[in-house]
T-cell receptor, first 114, second 113 residues
Framework: NAGVTQTPKFRVLKTGQSMTLLCAQD?????MYWYRQDPGMGLRLIHYSVGEGTTAKGEVPDGYNVSRLKKQNFLLGLESAAPSQTSVYFC?????????????FGEGSRLTVL | KNQVEQSPQSLIILEGKNCTLQ??????????LRWYKQDTGRGPVSLTI?????NTKSNGRYTATLDADTKQSSLHITASQLSDSASYICVVSARTGGFKTIFGAGTRLFVKA
């Protein structure tokens, strides 16, 4: 039972390049989330999904897109990377509601944009 | 404004000693408060979750307390171990129709031998 798996773990991009981060969970959770973690700040929600085929914007969605074509996968895309998107990205999933359930996090994906 | 503030920002203690981390919040209406442990280079892992009616909850050597009246929580670590070196994150959720979960910036704990 792997839990929440993120790929890749590290990536370096040049400004303007695009990429996709993949999150996979094997716990049959309905809700999935993408966060970014920056030094001195709490995790901030980028986008989330309450089920297969659904997505919604979080606190800091600009410059990112997401897709949830399969229940177990949640993809985060950067269309045109900017240095401000240098961060550590965490995917999380939850069985119940975000307000009541326990979040399970992946190990993180460290992205550097030059 | 919904905020979660943690103190201290960082803390150094000797192995075997106890310590207490603080969390103050202004998130409302309050739903629950969670503490997470995040090892360097890893994802956060849940330690405790407390609802409005719970004053204390333990997980091994970790004990969290909640005072919903003063909107304060603390995480007490007993008999610290080197493996306790990590960031500890306080997370507060509001009871709303949508989502409102605010993460604190964390307290970085260093346990020295």
């Amino acid at each position: 039972n792997a839990g929440v798996t993120q790929t890749p773990k590290f990536r370096v991009l040049k400004t303007g390049q695009s990429m996709t981060l993949l999150c996979a969970q094997d716990m049959n959770h309905e809700y999935m989330y993408w966060y970014r973690q920056d030094p001195g700040m709490g995790l901030r929600l980028i986008h989330y999904s309450v089920g297969e085929g659904t997505t919604a914007k979080g606190e800091v969605p600009d410059g990112y897109n997401v897709s949830r074509l399969k229940k177990q996968n949640f993809l985060l895309g950067l269309e045109s990377a900017a240095p401000s998107q240098t961060s550590v990205y965490f995917c999380a999933s939850i069985l119940g509601d975000l307000n009541t359930g326990e979040l399970f996090f992946g190990e993180g994906s460290r992205l550097t944009v030059l | 404004k919904n905020q979660v503030e943690q103190s201290p920002q960082s803390l150094i203690i000797l192995e075997g000693k106890n310590c207490t981390l603080q969390c103050n919040y202004t998130v409302s209406p309050f739903s629950n408060l969670r503490w997470y442990k995040q090892d360097t280079g890893r994802g956060p892992v849940s330690l405790t979750i407390m609802t409005f009616s719970e004053n204390t909850k333990s997980n091994g050597r970790y004990t969290a307390t909640l005072d919903a009246d003063t909107k304060q929580s603390s995480l007490h670590i007993t008999a610290s171990q080197l493996s306790d070196s990590a960031s500890y994150i306080c997370v507060v959720s509001a009871r709303t129709g949508g989502f409102k979960t605010i993460f604190g910036a964390g307290t970085r704990l260093f346990v020295k031998a």
